[in-house]
């Protein structure tokens, strides 16, 4: 048996990385450098900064999208009854509320927080003792500390009480640490997060995608919002108003490849097509199971092997009001027939705002708003967007409302609303409560796909009630859901403990209703 978990926290990650081309982009190696000579200079340290920021890729190419969003009452999958892998009931466990210790794509997650995690903690601990000028220590402490709260605040959110390391592993006895409380773990976040604004620079345009003052301030907002303290988040989240940032015109060009990390991106997962290991490939995950999918993106592709997730459910259509933009920029409709063989077979892509089913056609939605011209199958250029300013208006509108503002939290949502579309009809409820579930609405179709609506049910307390209609929906909707799916209770809200690292580290305990 391997020791995954063991050789993540201990090996020396940062030395893989080296200088960029295209900003902080290019990660590719042009050598190996021995960690005990690498981290001396301050170029050395950013490189090494590159390597924490590199292990984000994987937790949005690989599993964010099944515990952010499928897990939620947002998306679902294109069931495929020839290919019954594990790897693929795995991912369908994840929606249906059947996941377990051994599920690899919960592990994985898990994982690959905890190597950016290590490769940030070699980076604390061996700046100090370097030998160059404070001032160019500061924004890499900040990006650094950032970097370490993120990947700390995804592994408190999805799996409670987590160990916390804060120091290189160098030594085998130091990486089996017992699991620190929510409490503990938070008090950590908190701390790198107030370090982090203290070090960062503000936001300047055009950005190059690496942390600042405002992805701090809204990260720390967030961490404040999970633990319903809005009056610690208010101030945080105003301040990131004064910073330059605003909304584009058009709901769709937020998602263009022109317009990565735009004046709305307040932070976003880099990635790049080519040939240098960068690429994003998300969207084919999203596109519907077919022999060939190039009417939807243009490049001759097979998808049965990996499409059909994260596909928008009927509830998510309907959430939608009639006129509102954000529908069609965000949901496309593959329109065409099943063949002799039993497989689809894509004719067109319809617009799904207004969308009607002609007769004989078969139509299946997918999440089209990473959806851009390409060359190569799964090498995509789309980031992938963490926080956005419309998402800081609307943290900050649910603030207003919490601490008896609706005033202004009204005029925030409607911001939102105005750019999605004229014919909206503003918000005017100012009963706290209906107030609240106007917000509710309201991020979940400004930020649909974009892995916030599990956590929003889950930090509003509505995870358990709504998650268990939307299975009993489901159930009566889709006779291949086993009956003793979406049985959501506490222990649901969070995910195992992955196996292995039980049978490695005895001082860890499981998650309760886990085996």
Not at 334 to 341: E, H, L, P, S, Y
Not at 375 to 380: K, M, S, Y
Not at 476 to 493: H, K, T
Request: glycine content about 6%; hydrophobic content about 35%; aromatic content about 12%.
């Amino acid at each position: 048996m391997k020791r995954i978990f063991l050789y993540y926290i201990i090996m020396p990650a940062a030395v893989i990385v080296s200088s960029c081309s295209q900003e902080f982009l290019n990660l590719t190696p042009d050598s190996e450098a021995n960690a005990e000579d690498f981290y001396e200079t301050a170029e050395q340290f950013q490189q090494a900064v590159n390597g924490v920021y590199q292990t984000l890729r994987s937790t949005v190419n690989e599993s964010g999208y099944l515990m952010g969003e499928m897990r939620s009452d947002n998306t679902h999958y294109d069931y495929y009854a020839p290919d019954r892998g594990i790897h693929i009931i795995r991912r369908e466990n994840i929606d249906d509320f059947l996941d377990d210790s051994q599920n690899q794509w919960t592990n994985d997650y898990f994982n690959n927080c905890y190597i950016g995690v290590s490769r940030a903690n070699t980076i604390l601990d061996r700046i100090e003792e370097a030998d160059f000028e404070q001032e160019a220590k500061d924004p890499i402490i900040g990006e650094t500390k950032f970097l370490r709260a993120y990947y700390y605040f995804n592994l408190v959110r999805y799996f409670g009480d987590v160990p916390l390391y804060l120091n290189e592993v160098s030594e085998q006895a130091e990486a089996f640490l017992p699991r620190s409380s929510v409490d503990e773990v938070y008090a950590v976040i908190i701390n790198d997060l107030e370090d982090a604004i203290s070090k960062l620079p503000d936001p300047s345009f055009p950005q190059n995608g690496r942390a600042n003052k405002g992805s701090a301030s809204t990260l720390l907002a967030e961490v404040y919002m999970t633990r319903h303290d809005f009056a610690a988040a208010e101030p945080l989240l105003r301040s990131v108003t004064t910073m330059g940032y605003s909304l584009l015109s058009n709901y769709e060009d937020v998602y263009a490849l022109g317009n990565k990390n735009s004046r709305e991106s307040i932070f976003e997962i880099q990635f790049m097509q080519g040939d240098q290991g960068q690429q994003s490939m998300f969207t084919y995950w999203f596109i519907p199971k077919s022999t060939n999918v190039e009417v939807i993106t243009g490049v001759t592709s097979n998808t049965l092997n990996y499409g059909g997730w994260n596909v928008p459910t009927g509830d998510m259509m309907d959430a939608y009001e009639e006129g509102d933009t954000r529908k069609g920029a965000s949901i496309g409709i593959a329109q065409g027939v099943i063949g002799g063989d039993g497989n689809f077979n894509i004719e067109s892509v319809e617009s799904s705002e207004g969308y009607v089913q002609p007769p004989g056609k078969t139509a299946k939605p997918f999440v089209r708003k990473y959806l851009h011209p390409h060359n190569r199958e799964r090498n995509t250029d789309d980031n992938w967007p963490v926080y956005r300013y419309s998402n800081v208006l609307l943290l900050l509108a649910e603030c207003l409302n919490e601490s008896g503002n609706p005033g202004e939290a009204i005029e925030l949502v409607n911001q939102v609303r105005q750019r999605a579309g004229a014919s909206l009809s503003p918000v005017t409820v100012t009963d706290q409560v209906a107030l609240r579930d106007a917000i509710a609405h309201e991020r979940r179709v400004e930020l649909a796909f974009e892995n916030h609506r599990w956590h929003d049910l889950v930090r509003t307390g509505k995870a358990i009630e709504v998650m268990n209609a939307h299975g009993e929906e489901m159930k009566d909707r889709y006779g291949f859901i086993s009956r003793n799916a979406y049985q959501v209770n506490e222990n649901r809200l969070i995910f195992p403990i992955p196996y292995l690292e039980l049978q490695l580290n005895n001082l860890l305990t499981q998650n309760p209703g886990y085996n």
